[in-house]
């Protein structure tokens, strides 16, 4: 089952301005991460969150962390053409055999930043 | 470094025909991992390995084998395809050591099955 969703599913903005999305999580988590995937790519990290923090930057990148609602955000300031891409979060799980966590992801947001 | 690498990036298979899927890394990771996307879903892990020799099963399974001969390399077969597995598959990568560690993706791989 899917354990992240992404809101809005699609999401198209002008050049310039900043794009927020949304992730819901089920169960605990201990840790959150944010990809990217360009139109017929592999998926590209952008950014992990830890379940002990709540707020992190990374250049134009902003994720919020709201374990007691079980939510994340991801703001991109001042958008770029070359921004327009699907973003997926994505939860780690803990498998019983070695401790390597799978990562389940949510459906992803497709950004459209318009030039 | 080329990262993580698979082959074949297309392949169209008849029902009930084998493929293997090969993946490769050359950043000395422990941890590798199949996932496979469907059309407007988010990735769902099929297998992973720990280590060289270890295997084991993700979310979706069925219908899949792997084998991890080599640290670098970690394979998806599939036996007998069926329609429902066309998908594109994507190998990862990690390194060991708690879960706080970014996973390495390949470019995926294409599969058509009819």
């Known amino acids: 089952s899917q354990q992240g969703e992404e809101d809005p599913q699609a999401l198209s903005i002008q050049e310039g301005e900043n794009a927020t999305m949304n992730c819901s999580y089920k169960t605990s988590i201990n840790n959150l991460q944010w990809y990217r995937q360009n139109s017929g790519r592999g998926l590209v990290h952008l950014i992990l969150i830890r379940s002990n923090e709540r707020e992190k930057h990374s250049g134009r990148l902003r994720v919020t962390l709201d374990t007691s609602k079980k939510s994340s955000s991801l703001l991109i300031t001042a958008s770029r053409a070359a921004d327009t891409a699907s973003y997926f979060c994505a939860t780690g799980l803990m498998y019983s055999g070695g401790g390597a966590d799978g990562l389940t992801f949510g459906k992803g947001t497709h950004l459209i930043i318009q030039p | 470094n080329a990262g993580v690498t698979q082959t074949p990036k297309f392949r169209v298979l008849k029902t009930g025909q084998s493929m293997t899927l090969l993946c490769a890394q050359d950043?000395?990771?422990?941890?590798m991992y199949w996932y496979r996307q469907d059309p407007g879903m988010g990735l769902r892990l099929i297998h992973y390995s720990v280590g060289e020799g270890t295997t084991a099963k993700g979310e979706v399974p069925d219908g899949y084998n792997v084998s991890r001969l080599k640290k670098q390399n970690f394979l998806l077969g599939l036996e007998s395809a069926a329609p429902s597995q066309t998908s594109v598959y994507f190998c990862?990568?990690?390194?060991?050591?708690?879960?706080?560690?970014?996973?390495?993706f390949g470019p995926g791989t294409r599969l058509t099955v009819l």
């Open positions: 950043m000395n990771h422990e941890y």
């Open positions: 990862a990568s990690r390194k060991a050591g708690g879960s706080y560690n970014e996973q390495f």
